[in-house]
């Protein structure tokens, strides 16, 4: 069982994206996929019953052809169909079989599994953000990379998702609710991601800190940007939050130094360190509440960045951005003299 398809019917987070600048306030993917449409209301249990009927448990149902060439994963507000078993329910026997031809399922554009990566572009334009597979799966199944689409859509964010195996679509998510800020930084996201994948993209890390929330810790080779990677309590350990700064946010621990360039880590909107507050605005819209960085609620202020009362500390910022909480995910950006100083992306407040 993959977590992706079931933390996203969530609103988790999930993945890793290589950023695309585009403006992310008008969504340009597909409003339907088959009778689900973003900007409609379609209960799950009509669309459950369009299906073959509900399974026998859960919230989040699961479906298959009698032929074996389509699976489909439903929840509220969410849909997920791919041609391959691998990574459906929690238990393959919780899923169903559906006499709808689910492999013919198209969007209004003509798009749908066995499309080209060419057809998807035509139909959409360039998507927001583009998510390199290939470090997640070892079976194959996932394909090369995944094109996302996500925007705003009569006032609500909207999120489409196409992944891509040999050229052609093998999955294809809808979701009418999605997170208004950044899923992704960089290389990776920063909850449900192994951490091998991001050691893949950065090199072997040091040591982790020491404490009750172990990091491990990155520097660009200028020393102009810093990563700390939060650890979950999972086996293989987990990221739950990545936290990009301008200034060292490990002192007196282990750092080393990144084979990728963080000064260039971007969200898939194109925001990154040195971005304008005005740029952060026009990405997210209006953030969910407005932090004073010297305060309890500024989410940096809680990270324990290891400064020790006789070390200089720096201006981290004037203010922070927050994003969220939506259900797990939260965003804050540092805002010092009007232009990005940190980056948090977290799974928890």
């Known amino acids: 069982m993959n977590s992706t398809a079931l933390t996203r019917a969530a609103f988790l987070f999930v993945a890793s994206f290589f950023p695309v600048l585009a403006n992310a306030q008008a969504y340009s993917g597909p409003n339907c996929l088959g009778p689900f ?45 791919r041609d391959f078993a691998k990574w459906g329910t929690w238990r393959e026997k919780d899923e169903r079989l559906t006499t709808q031809n689910l492999y013919g399922w198209k969007t209004p554009e003509g798009i749908g599994l066995g499309s080209s990566e060419e057809d998807v572009v035509k139909a959409y334009g360039k998507p927001s953000g583009e998510e390199n597979l290939e470090s997640q799966d070892s079976d194959a199944l996932l394909g090369e990379k ?15 998702r196409f992944r891509i195996r040999h050229a052609k679509v093998s999955w294809i998510e809808l979701e ?10 960089g290389a990776s996201c920063a909850a449900g991601f192994s951490s091998r994948g991001l050691f893949k993209q950065l090199g072997p890390p040091a040591r982790p800190t020491s404490g009750n929330k172990p990091a491990y810790c990155y520097k660009s080779q200028g020393g102009t940007a810093f990563l700390r990677i939060e650890l979950g309590h999972e086996a293989p350990a987990e990221s739950d939050g990545l936290f990009l700064s301008d200034f060292p946010n490990c002192m007196h ?23 304008t507050e005005e740029d952060v605005l026009k990405a997210y819209g209006k953030p969910s509440r407005e932090a004073k960085t010297t305060a309890h609620e500024s989410l940096a202020g809680r990270l324990d960045m290891g400064y020790r009362g006789a070390d200089p500390k720096p201006q981290i910022a004037d203010k ?18 009007g232009k990005v100083s940190y980056i948090l992306l977290s799974d928890s407040e």
């Open 176 to 185: 009418n609710d999605a997170f208004q800020g950044p899923d992704c930084l």
């Open 146 to 160: 995944e094109m996302i689409y996500k925007g705003r859509l009569s006032e609500i964010v909207r999120a489409a």
């Open 37 to 81: 449409c973003v900007d409609r209301k379609l209960s799950l249990e009509a669309l459950a019953q369009e299906l073959g009927g509900p399974p026998s448990r859960g919230s989040i149902y699961g479906y298959r052809t009698q032929d074996g060439r389509a699976f489909l994963i439903v929840a509220e507000g969410y849909i997920c169909l």
């Open 320 to 337: 922070g951005f927050v994003y969220g909480p939506r259900e797990l995910e939260v965003v804050e950006f540092g805002i010092r003299n």
């Open 253 to 275: 621990s282990p750092v080393k130094t990144a084979t990728s360039d963080l000064q260039t880590w971007k969200t898939p909107e194109g925001i990154g360190l040195g971005s």
